[in-house]
């Protein structure tokens, strides 16, 4: 992780210069070119073996790309029904026009996605070693009724700075509390520093306690980016937080601490 310090873009000047006019455009443009790079990743799991399935507490999954430009009808309407059967009570009464929004979200072409997926019957245990090998697979027929959960992730600028934005973390009831969110978002943390990103972030709606509890428990931290820090007042009315963690020193002033 320390090597994305080392090789993301940074203005080099002395203390308290401004950086010129060139600078500002000369960094703009080399990250924007880093977003690009990373959006153009037809599959950021291939270089991740070891996550390519999930064996614990019970639940036996392997773990598929997609993007959302791309997406068939029975997995957009599996996302949607996922999506309701976990959010619609976090977001009470703003979830009907949230939903909306959601629904214009996921299709999008920017959308990335980590697909969970239930090994269907005879799958065998040579396949799924192959798999973990780095060779080339294709999984035994499997439709969306085999889906168990997803991530929506996307590459975006935040502050000046790239970094990977959870949208959605969403699995089945039925497989939460069995260590897989923790294995997806090892995941994308390990996507966002492979390009070069300076952090992940993420929105949490304060009702839903649990998930609050559990990005904490992964060392996220309230952004300074996030309405309760910006101003206190207003965050007092957003239903939501925006948590981040950083991966130098650069993401962490501007990201976590506010004091760039």
Request: with cysteine; hydrophobic share 35%; proline share 5%.
């Amino acid at each position: 992780m320390a090597m994305a310090e080392k090789k993301r873009p940074r203005i080099s000047s002395g203390a308290g210069r401004r950086p010129s006019r060139k600078e500002i455009l000369e960094r703009k443009k080399a990250i924007d070119e880093l977003i690009r790079k990373a959006v153009a990743v037809k599959d950021h799991l291939v270089q991740f073996p070891a996550f390519h399935k999930f064996q614990r507490n019970g639940l036996s999954v392997y773990l598929e790309s997609g993007r959302g430009d791309q997406l068939t009808l029975p997995t957009r309407k599996y996302i949607q029904n996922l999506l309701k059967v976990n959010m619609e009570e976090p977001y009470g009464p703003e979830w009907p026009s949230e939903e909306k929004v959601k629904r214009q979200e996921m299709v999008a072409p920017e959308a990335r996605y980590i697909f969970v997926k239930q090994y269907s019957n005879g799958f065998t245990t040579e396949c799924s070693m192959n798999q973990d090998a780095g060779m080339e697979h294709t999984h035994a027929p499997c439709n969306e009724g085999c889906l168990f959960g997803f991530v929506h992730y996307r590459f975006v600028l935040e502050e000046e700075l790239p970094v990977a934005y959870v949208y959605e973390l969403q699995m089945e009831p039925s497989a939460q509390g069995k260590g897989l969110g923790k294995f997806l978002m090892q995941l994308i943390e390990l996507i966002a520093c492979k390009n070069q990103m300076g952090a992940v972030m993420l929105t949490v709606q304060k009702a839903n306690t649990q998930a609050m509890a559990f990005y904490t428990k992964l060392r996220y931290a309230i952004s300074s980016t996030s309405p309760s820090r910006v101003d206190p007042q207003i965050g007092l009315e957003k239903s939501y937080e925006i948590l981040c963690k950083a991966f130098d020193s650069e993401a962490k002033s501007k990201l976590e601490d506010g004091e760039w």
